[in-house]
């Protein structure tokens, strides 16, 4: 009862310290276990076979002890409580056997915690897998609104780093099911061995615990504090093309050498602060596990008397350090698993927390849809901003070239976002084909439009591929196509590998201008039936942007273009032009009558000529 007692209370001392180092609301399983167990169930299979292979090893592995302490027997029989003198001749045959046995348990003990941690380690695998594409199917269909304001690198944390935890956690499940299972199995067999002297050779464990949350409680705040100093250090590093191209410009590598520099060295005190602490851990649980070991080195040499084998006595000690050690690797191990599992519960709070886009529900034939969009009195806000849009009201006609101008920030971009459900107006209407907007399907509605943003973004793959992203089926004449009406097919060709050039990180091989045009061809590849440039020419030079409304006047004249510029060149051939400022629509009408009314737009429009932004041919 002692021995219970004392084990009990050490327990309670390790547990309470690892809830203490997490925090009580850390230490709860919330929400992981909810998370965890569809995908646990579909393998629950596999993983029970992986335990159970797991407790027939750790019982092959112990049986050894126990054919040890009965060759030892064999040869040390006992005759009226005294030993004999050793007589291995006539006990040859059985020596033998015995270590034969061994071998095979051995290789037996071997295959089975081989073929477990296979099964387990393709069980966390498979997991790992569902689990990232889970995740990257949830921020997909995050609301844009959300994407803005999160941090990428957090994301990317979460999507790579904080996923592959759900591997180590599963490891090292693994592995305190094996320290348990040893730990239980030895137990036992001390009780069904020498039930009398048991409790004595158990008192390792309360001493073993004890000493593992010692050296925990030393160790935890200064991995805390290395940490810390890692992630400044992290931050200090700047390995961006775009970063260190700023550095550069400004000269001011050796300022950031001594900022890295003063990192680098608090992570070394740091570091060596753990590491000199660290290096105290094994001798102080070593000593736990021997004193462990020494009491029942002392107890069963004190009940030899009373019915105890030499052989049974050696297998106690023998066994000694398969139960305390185990033990010992178990505050570490728990420690490894609270870590993992925080960084899983983090994951799955996000994922609790993302607002995820409306999908909608009602259909939209894209071949159907002619490119008539409707909006009506349409105010809109950001989150914790003011309003960007106050009665808005457009008519965007099919088949026809809608220009949306005005001052920087007068809300032309969000309208557009407006239009493929980026974002929800806080009111008004939208249609499309005189259906609503806001409950039509939102993969419908957005392959019915074809959009270039103004921040362009490639991916880190050839430039045939980047312009196929929309339709992966397109040909290689259809992809040329598209780049001569982008006018990009010329400087493609010139490049080593023409399309199969390799674009880089953000497609920082190219200039701005290459980049725009490639984006280009790529909406015009989706051939989606409404087109949606949103300052997609910004820069470009006055002459190849000119060139390309041209081009794209000729190449693309039954679509329904809907243009969005600061520069003026592209919607003075428009066949309606809208003016906002302020959020508002001041003007609408052509070119020539705006131009012709003397508004904003006119006011525009001669100061963009007097800077040779655009010519004034076409003017009135």
Do not use: C, W
């Given at each position: 009862?002692?021995?219970?007692?004392?084990?009990?209370?050490?327990?309670?001392?390790?547990?309470?310290?690892?809830?203490?180092?997490?925090?009580?609301?850390?230490?709860?399983?919330?929400?992981?276990?909810?998370?965890?167990?569809?995908?646990?169930r579909e393998h629950r299979k596999p993983l029970l076979i992986a335990s159970a292979l797991t407790i027939c090893s750790v019982i092959f592995s112990l049986s050894r002890y126990v054919l040890v302490g009965r060759a030892v027997d064999a040869v040390l029989p006992a005759t009226g409580g005294k030993q004999t003198a050793v007589n291995l001749r006539g006990n040859a045959w059985r020596i033998v056997v015995t270590g034969g046995l061994m071998v095979i348990m051995t290789v037996v003990e071997g295959l089975f915690e081989l073929l477990g941690s296979r099964i387990w380690r393709r069980v966390a695998i498979a997991v790992e897998h569902r689990l990232r594409l889970r995740t990257f199917a949830m921020l997909q269909r995050a609301e844009m609104g959300y994407l803005q304001s999160a941090n990428a690198a957090e994301l990317r944390i979460l999507l790579v780093d904080d996923v592959a935890q759900i591997d180590d956690l599963l490891s090292i499940s693994w592995d305190i099911l094996h320290a348990l299972t040893t730990m239980a199995v030895v137990a036992a067999a001390f009780l069904v061995v020498a039930p009398g002297i048991a409790w004595i050779c158990m008192l390792g464990i309360p001493i073993t615990l004890l000493a593992v949350t010692f050296q925990q409680n030393r160790l935890l705040p200064r991995q805390r504090a290395l940490r810390l100093e890692a992630a400044r250090l992290h931050s200090s590093i700047v390995t961006s093309p775009e970063g260190l191209a700023t550095i550069k410009s400004f000269a001011a590598e050796k300022r950031q050498l001594a900022e890295v520099a003063e990192h680098s060295r608090d992570y070394g005190r740091r570091a060596t602060e753990l590491a000199r602490v660290s290096a105290t851990t094994s001798p102080i649980i070593e000593l736990s596990v021997i004193t462990g070991i020494a009491a029942t080195v002392i107890a069963g040499g004190l009940a030899s008397g009373s019915g105890l084998?030499?052989?049974?006595?050696?297998?106690?000690?023998?066994?000694?350090?398969?139960?305390?050690?185990?033990?010992?690797?178990?505050?570490?191990?728990?420690?490894?698993?609270?870590?993992?599992?925080?960084?899983?519960?983090?994951?799955?709070?996000?994922?609790d927390l993302m607002p995820l886009e409306d999908p909608g529900e009602l259909p939209l034939d894209r071949n159907?849809?002619?490119?008539?969009?409707?909006?009506?009195?349409?105010?809109?806000?950001?989150?914790?901003?003011?309003?960007?849009?106050?009665?808005?009201?457009?008519?965007?006609?099919?088949?026809?070239?809608?220009?949306?101008?005005?001052?920087?920030?007068?809300?032309?971009?969000?309208?557009?976002?407006?239009?493929?459900?980026?974002?929800?107006?806080?009111?008004?209407t939208m249609e499309i084909e005189r259906q609503p907007i806001a409950p039509t399907r939102t993969g419908d509605l957005r392959r019915a439009f074809a959009f270039v943003s103004q921040e362009v973004f490639l991916f880190p793959a050839s430039i045939r591929d980047n312009i196929a992203f929309a339709r992966p089926d397109a040909s290689q004449a259809e992809i040329e196509r598209a780049a001569r009406i982008a006018l990009a097919h010329e400087f493609i060709e010139r490049l080593p590998d023409g399309y199969e050039t390799n674009v880089g990180e953000h497609g920082l091989r190219l200039s701005g201008g290459e980049r725009q045009r490639i984006a280009i061809a790529r909406a015009l590849v989706a051939d989606a039936p409404i087109l949606v440039l949103d300052e997609a020419t910004s820069q470009l030079d006055n002459e190849t942007e000119n060139r390309f409304y041209e081009s794209l006047r000729h190449e693309a004249r039954k679509k329904t273009k809907i243009v969005v510029a600061h520069r003026l060149a592209a919607a003075r051939t428009a066949d309606w032009i809208y003016v906002l400022e302020d959020g508002r629509v001041c003007e609408e009408g052509t070119h020539a009558e705006l131009v012709e009314r003397g508004g904003l737009y006119a006011t525009l429009w001669h100061l963009q000529v007097e800077d040779g932004a655009v010519s004034d041919e076409g003017a009135s």
């Open positions: 009862a002692g021995t219970v007692a004392a084990t009990a209370g050490a327990a309670a001392v390790f547990l309470r310290g690892l809830r203490r180092r997490h925090g009580p609301g850390d230490a709860a399983a919330t929400g992981t276990v909810e998370h965890l167990a569809p995908e646990l084998t030499v052989g049974q006595y050696s297998m106690m000690i023998m066994m000694s350090r398969q139960l305390l050690g185990p033990l010992a690797l178990l505050g570490k191990l728990m420690e490894g698993f609270q870590r993992s599992h925080l960084s899983l519960r983090r994951l799955f709070r996000t994922l159907e849809v002619r490119g008539r969009v409707k909006v009506r009195n349409v105010h809109f806000r950001y989150e914790g901003g003011r309003e960007v849009l106050h009665d808005v009201s457009l008519d965007i006609r099919p088949g026809k070239t809608t220009a949306i101008v005005g001052p920087t920030g007068s809300g032309k971009s969000t309208l557009l976002r407006l239009l493929v459900k980026f974002h929800q107006p806080a009111s008004g």
